[in-house]
């Protein structure tokens, strides 16, 4: 099977731009989690869409959104940007990312989309 | 308190050694428990995951568990330079969908 695939996998905006990133997930995959990682604050979770649905989100700022396809595949945008929202923005996706006692709840990552925000 | 700690590294081991890396966490209602390994520039990549109390071995490595203490560990027996990288401890609230939480990592290196 192939893996999450993630894209662009680069990007460079200006302070003030919008950006959207797009993640298609492993086939088969329902659920498609979203994270940012920079060097001070580590991985941290953005949010997750199961079913179109966002299920989950983390302690983000309203400027960061998402939605998901009825292929599963998902992105999240980004408006008004900030020096500091400079990061690799990882999707990772899983079969159901709810059960607590199988693999299907296993998350794989994408290569991420690593934005420089200037 | 951080919800997730790892020890701090950076960790230096041998070509051939036992490499132990350690986590604790604070939610004592988690579930899930996985170890991602990183190479610079690259993304998390899944080493193994255990769920329940005790030891889970795969291959070189052997992840164990202690759900009373709140503490997961990694092995990783004759370590090689490849080996040499971030690990990421990650912990899945029971019912938290889709959320890893990750430990700040804990990187080692496998010297010749």
């Known amino acids: 099977k192939a893996g999450v695939t993630q894209t662009p996998r680069y990007l460079i905006k200006t302070r003030g731009q919008q950006v959207t990133l797009s993640c298609s997930p492993i086939?088969?995959?329902?659920?498609v989690s979203w994270y940012q990682q920079t060097p001070g604050q580590g991985l941290q979770f953005l949010f997750e869409?199961?079913?179109?649905?966002?299920?989950n989100k983390g302690n983000f700022p309203g400027r960061f959104s998402g939605r998901q396809f009825s292929n599963s595949r998902s992105e999240m945008n980004v408006s008004t940007l900030e020096l500091g929202d400079s990061a690799l923005y990882l999707c990772?996706?899983?079969?159901?990312?709810?059960?607590?006692?199988?693999?299907?709840?296993?998350?794989?990552f994408g290569p991420g989309t690593r934005l420089t925000v200037l | 308190q951080k919800e997730v700690e790892q020890n701090s590294g950076p960790l230096s081991v041998p070509e051939g050694a036992i490499a132990s890396l350690n986590c604790t966490y604070s939610d004592r209602g988690s579930q899930s428990f996985f170890w991602y390994r990183q190479y610079s520039g690259k993304s998390p990549e899944l080493i193994m995951f255990i769920y329940s109390n005790g030891d889970k071995e795969d291959g070189r490595f052997t992840a164990q568990l202690n759900k009373a203490s709140q503490y997961v560990s990694l092995l990783i027996r004759d370590s090689q330079p490849s080996d040499s990288a971030t690990y990421l401890c990650?912990?899945?609230?029971?019912?938290?969908?889709?959320?890893?939480?990750f430990g700040q990592g804990t990187i080692l290196t496998v010297h010749p």
């Open positions: 990772a996706s899983s079969f159901r990312g709810a059960s607590p006692h199988s693999d299907t709840d296993t998350q794989y």
């Open positions: 990650a912990v899945k609230g029971g019912t938290s969908y889709g959320k890893l939480t």
């Open positions: 086939s088969g995959h329902r659920s």
């Open positions: 869409y199961f079913s179109e649905t966002q299920r």
